[in-house]
């Protein structure tokens, strides 16, 4: 079946990771069928609409590589839809007119304890259209002092099925008449998304598990109508790196790291934070979906390709940062030099007023193992841009002074040896051998000098590419400070 998803955020505020997941997931179902990937802006609540909030959730998708297909389709534009269908149930007696104030509402929720349910049971003794007359429903709907609420049926068993979590069942009453349309003509996000899903054609719902107790209301709309309801997927949550609670913005702070796609007032993104659109979708795909083998890494691309909603977990998924590097990591050391480059901008200026193009992809090929994110790029390219600043010091009272004062002089007395870095790797093995100077010290004292620390990137090609100028005022400079 060829099918139709929809990604139906609301704009009140900006992109969670945990949405991004969502709309990820509605996009694989609906690419791996060949199917529609649709965008719908869920804005019927103007009061809670967060500006900018609407362009954070479209720069978010346009960065990651989620194109819709079809949208952005905005529901505060449908209020003419969302009016016909619900006359529709309340000249069948399936919705009503409720005119209680905010007051009698929480006076009722206080002598309930907190547990009132505006249903069949209760209804009776609220202001609404089944308890007062014709003629002063007319008066107080003339007056726009209502809701309008959903009839859910007495003492019925009603079934739903989620694609995850199979077959469940309800009991009416249990189940709240909810609003479906507000005082200020608008649908709620209970009827709004089953009017849209249905006039959009929507074959597969995938949203948060937090929907789930709400998904009997919504198959009780789609029976009253007629309709056929979509499949529905309900994702387990996206939780703490405890494993306990929902990951929140909070948490993200707390460990550094970011909880949006892009940057969103003061607050970086994953993109801004240097981490790649395919690093941060194979991530999140992992995040409650195994494929069938131990692949790790997944392009877009080959999720479509290998994604298989039965394989979607029904338990939470805990956000680990560390594995989302790891993951990163992955991406970044299978992309070219030149995409690395052209994502670099700094760090590729820093290479091209040195070397040329071949020589920085050159560059770039040696420190791909090195790179987690996008910022370790301009860290690793600085040692063959300019002679260290510092030297670790713990290293040179290890090796001692003495024994690198007389390899950097071995190397200035046969200083034609550095422009064939094999045949200078050969003689300082021989020149170990006979001053009884392991070949590690002296490994260490090389790249010491050209690094300023024990790490980095293969020492004999750094030296190749610097070349035996730099390298020469690399190795007095070291003489110099020791």
């Given at each position: 079946m060829?099918e ?5 955020p ?7 990771i945990g949405?991004?997941?969502?709309a990820l997931?509605n996009?694989?179902?609906?690419k791996?069928s ?11 609540d103007?009061?809670?609409t967060v ?5 954070h959730?479209?720069?978010?998708l346009?960065w990651?590589?989620?194109n ?7 529901q505060?534009e449908?209020?003419v839809?969302y009016?016909?269908q619900?006359?529709?149930?309340l000249?069948?007696g399936?919705?009503y007119y409720a ?6 509402l ?5 002598e ?5 349910k505006?249903n069949?049971e209760?209804r009776?003794?609220?202001i609404n259209s089944f308890?007062?007359s014709e003629?002063?429903?007319r ?7 209502y809701?309008i609420r ?11 099925n989620?694609e995850?979590?199979?077959?469940l ?5 249990e189940?709240e008449d909810?609003?479906i349309?507000?005082?200020d003509?608008m649908?709620t996000y ?11 054609k929507?074959?597969?719902v ?5 929907w789930?107790?709400s ?6 709309l789609?029976n009253?109508f007629?309709w056929?309801p ?9 939780l703490?790196?405890t494993g306990q609670?929902k990951?929140s913005k909070r ?8 909880i ?5 007032e003061e607050?970086?993104?994953f993109k801004?934070s ?5 690093g941060?979708?194979?991530?999140l795909a992992?995040?409650?979906?195994k494929g069938k ?8 691309n080959?999720l479509v390709?290998?994604?298989d909603s039965?394989?979607?977990n029904?338990s ?7 594995k989302?590097?790891?993951?990163n990591?992955?991406?970044l050391?299978d992309?070219?030099s ?6 670099c ?8 007023k040195n070397?040329s193009?071949d020589v ?8 791909k193992e090195r790179?987690n994110?996008l ?5 690793e390219?600085l040692?063959f ?5 510092n ?7 290890k090796?001692t ?6 390899v950097?002089n071995?190397c ?6 550095i422009s064939e ?9 021989s020149f170990?051998?006979e001053k009884q100077?392991?070949f590690g010290n002296?490994?260490k004292?090389?790249?010491?000098c050209?690094?300023g620390?024990l ?11 610097i070349g ?6 690399r190795i ?7």
């Amino acid at each position: 079946m060829i099918e139709r998803a929809r990604f139906a955020p609301s704009p009140t505020g900006p992109l969670h990771i945990g949405g991004v997941r969502t709309a990820l997931f509605n996009y694989l179902i609906a690419k791996k069928s060949g199917g529609k990937f649709i965008l719908r802006i869920e804005d019927t609540d103007s009061k809670r609409t967060v500006a900018g909030a609407e362009d954070h959730i479209k720069d978010s998708l346009k960065w990651l590589g989620l194109n819709i297909d079809e949208g952005p389709i905005k529901q505060s534009e449908r209020k003419v839809l969302y009016k016909k269908q619900v006359e529709k149930l309340l000249r069948r007696g399936l919705a009503y007119y409720a005119f209680d104030t905010s007051a009698e509402l929480e006076r009722a929720r206080k002598e309930s304890n907190g547990e009132f349910k505006y249903n069949h049971e209760t209804r009776r003794k609220m202001i609404n259209s089944f308890t007062v007359s014709e003629e002063e429903a007319r008066s107080r709907i003339k007056r726009n002092g209502y809701v309008i609420r959903m009839v859910v049926p007495e003492k019925e068993t009603i079934l739903v099925n989620d694609e995850i979590r199979g077959s469940l069942s309800f009991n009416s009453r249990e189940i709240e008449d909810k609003v479906i349309m507000k005082s200020d003509g608008m649908p709620t996000y209970h009827f709004a998304n089953v009017v849209d899903d249905h006039d959009m054609k929507i074959t597969s719902v995938v949203r948060g598990e937090e929907w789930l107790s709400s998904l009997p209301s919504h198959v009780t709309l789609y029976n009253y109508f007629g309709w056929s309801p979509p499949k529905f997927y309900h994702l387990p949550l996206i939780l703490k790196s405890t494993g306990q609670g929902k990951l929140s913005k909070r948490d993200a702070e707390e460990q550094g790291h970011p909880i949006f796609a892009v940057q969103w007032e003061e607050s970086k993104g994953f993109k801004e934070s240097g981490y790649t659109p395919e690093g941060i979708l194979n991530y999140l795909a992992l995040l409650g979906w195994k494929g069938k083998g131990d692949d790790e890494k997944y392009s877009l691309n080959d999720l479509v390709k290998k994604f298989d909603s039965k394989d979607i977990n029904k338990s939470g998924a805990r956000f680990d940062i560390k594995k989302a590097v790891w993951i990163n990591h992955l991406h970044l050391r299978d992309f070219s030099s030149k995409k690395i480059l052209s994502l670099c901008g700094q760090a590729n200026t820093l290479l091209e007023k040195n070397y040329s193009s071949d020589v920085c992809e050159e560059i770039i090929d040696l420190i791909k193992e090195r790179l987690n994110t996008l910022f370790d790029v301009e860290k690793e390219v600085l040692v063959f841009v300019g002679q260290p600043k510092n030297y670790d010091k713990e290293v040179i009272e290890k090796i001692t002074r003495n024994t690198i004062y007389n390899v950097l002089n071995f190397c200035k007395l046969n200083e034609e040896l550095i422009s064939e870095p094999t045949l200078l790797k050969e003689s300082l093995m021989s020149f170990g051998s006979e001053k009884q100077i392991s070949f590690g010290n002296i490994m260490k004292t090389l790249r010491l000098c050209m690094v300023g620390s024990l790490s980095g990137p293969d020492l004999f090609k750094i030296i190749d590419i610097i070349g035996p100028e730099e390298t020469l005022h690399r190795i007095d400079s070291l003489i110099n400070k020791i």
